[in-house]
Nanobody
Framework: QVQLVESGGGLVQPGGSLRLSCAAS????????MGWYRQAPAGRQRELVA????????YYADFVKGRFSISRDNAKNTVYLQMNSLKPEDTAVYSC?????WGRGTQVTVSS
Protein backbone atom coordinates (compact mmCIF):
# COMPACT_ATOMS: atom_id res chain seq x y z
CA GLN A 1 0.00 0.00 0.00
CA VAL A 2 1.40 3.37 -1.04
CA GLN A 3 2.04 5.68 1.90
CA LEU A 4 3.20 9.26 2.06
CA VAL A 5 4.17 10.63 5.47
CA GLU A 6 4.82 14.32 5.97
CA SER A 7 6.90 15.85 8.74
CA GLY A 8 8.70 19.06 9.59
CA GLY A 9 5.84 21.39 10.31
CA GLY A 10 5.64 23.59 13.34
CA LEU A 11 5.38 27.13 14.66
CA VAL A 12 7.74 29.69 13.18
CA GLN A 13 7.99 33.46 13.31
CA PRO A 14 7.41 35.58 10.20
CA GLY A 15 10.55 35.62 8.10
CA GLY A 16 11.61 32.22 9.38
CA SER A 17 12.20 28.95 7.57
CA LEU A 18 11.02 25.36 7.72
CA ARG A 19 11.78 22.28 5.70
CA LEU A 20 8.98 19.80 5.16
CA SER A 21 9.62 16.18 4.29
CA CYS A 22 7.42 13.67 2.49
CA ALA A 23 8.68 10.13 2.94
CA ALA A 24 7.23 7.59 0.52
CA SER A 25 6.82 3.85 0.70
CA UNK A 26 5.79 1.43 -2.03
CA UNK A 27 6.50 3.98 -4.77
CA UNK A 28 9.70 5.47 -6.13
CA UNK A 29 9.29 9.23 -5.92
CA UNK A 30 11.59 9.91 -8.84
CA UNK A 31 9.19 8.10 -11.14
CA UNK A 32 6.14 10.22 -10.28
CA UNK A 33 5.09 13.83 -10.34
CA MET A 34 5.16 14.69 -6.63
CA GLY A 35 3.39 17.74 -5.30
CA TRP A 36 2.96 19.81 -2.18
CA TYR A 37 -0.45 21.33 -1.46
CA ARG A 38 -1.74 23.41 1.38
CA GLN A 39 -5.11 24.09 2.94
CA ALA A 40 -5.57 27.08 5.16
CA PRO A 41 -8.07 27.06 8.03
CA ALA A 42 -11.66 28.27 7.80
CA GLY A 43 -12.61 25.93 4.97
CA ARG A 44 -10.46 27.46 2.28
CA GLN A 45 -9.77 25.37 -0.81
CA ARG A 46 -6.64 23.27 -1.02
CA GLU A 47 -4.13 24.86 -3.35
CA LEU A 48 -1.09 23.57 -5.18
CA VAL A 49 2.16 24.97 -3.85
CA ALA A 50 4.81 23.18 -5.88
CA UNK A 51 5.32 20.12 -8.03
CA UNK A 52 8.40 18.17 -9.06
CA UNK A 53 8.27 16.05 -12.19
CA UNK A 54 10.32 12.94 -12.95
CA UNK A 55 12.48 14.83 -15.44
CA UNK A 56 13.37 17.40 -12.77
CA UNK A 57 11.02 20.11 -13.99
CA UNK A 58 9.58 22.16 -11.15
CA TYR A 59 6.40 24.17 -10.89
CA TYR A 60 5.71 26.80 -8.25
CA ALA A 61 2.58 28.74 -7.46
CA ASP A 62 3.10 32.47 -7.88
CA PHE A 63 2.57 33.11 -4.17
CA VAL A 64 5.68 31.05 -3.25
CA LYS A 65 8.04 31.78 -6.13
CA GLY A 66 11.42 32.87 -4.86
CA ARG A 67 10.65 31.71 -1.32
CA PHE A 68 9.94 27.96 -1.51
CA SER A 69 11.95 25.21 -3.16
CA ILE A 70 10.94 21.62 -3.92
CA SER A 71 13.50 18.85 -4.17
CA ARG A 72 13.89 15.11 -3.73
CA ASP A 73 16.45 12.72 -2.33
CA ASN A 74 16.29 9.54 -4.37
CA ALA A 75 18.35 7.58 -1.86
CA LYS A 76 15.90 8.43 0.90
CA ASN A 77 12.87 8.26 -1.41
CA THR A 78 11.76 11.56 0.08
CA VAL A 79 10.49 14.83 -1.33
CA TYR A 80 11.21 18.10 0.46
CA LEU A 81 9.73 21.57 0.55
CA GLN A 82 12.14 24.21 1.77
CA MET A 83 10.17 27.24 2.89
CA ASN A 84 11.96 30.53 3.49
CA SER A 85 10.75 34.04 4.26
CA LEU A 86 7.56 32.63 5.71
CA LYS A 87 4.55 34.87 6.08
CA PRO A 88 1.47 34.57 8.31
CA GLU A 89 -0.60 33.82 5.21
CA ASP A 90 1.49 30.68 4.68
CA THR A 91 -0.21 29.17 7.73
CA ALA A 92 -1.90 25.96 6.59
CA VAL A 93 -1.82 22.19 6.64
CA TYR A 94 0.71 21.10 4.04
CA SER A 95 0.22 17.74 2.33
CA CYS A 96 2.12 15.90 -0.35
CA UNK A 97 0.64 13.84 -3.13
CA UNK A 98 1.90 11.41 -5.71
CA UNK A 99 0.82 8.25 -7.48
CA UNK A 100 -2.79 9.00 -6.62
CA UNK A 101 -2.09 9.05 -2.88
CA TRP A 102 -2.18 11.80 -0.27
CA GLY A 103 -0.41 12.08 3.00
CA ARG A 104 -2.17 13.25 6.15
CA GLY A 105 -0.38 16.55 6.21
CA THR A 106 1.69 18.59 8.62
CA GLN A 107 0.65 21.85 10.24
CA VAL A 108 2.64 24.99 9.55
CA THR A 109 1.86 28.04 11.64
CA VAL A 110 3.56 31.36 10.99
CA SER A 111 2.98 33.75 13.84
CA SER A 112 4.83 36.11 16.13
Amino acid sequence: QVQLVESGGGLVQPGGSLRLSCAASEIIVSRYAMGWYRQAPAGRQRELVARLFPDGTMYYADFVKGRFSISRDNAKNTVYLQMNSLKPEDTAVYSCDGAGTWGRGTQVTVSS
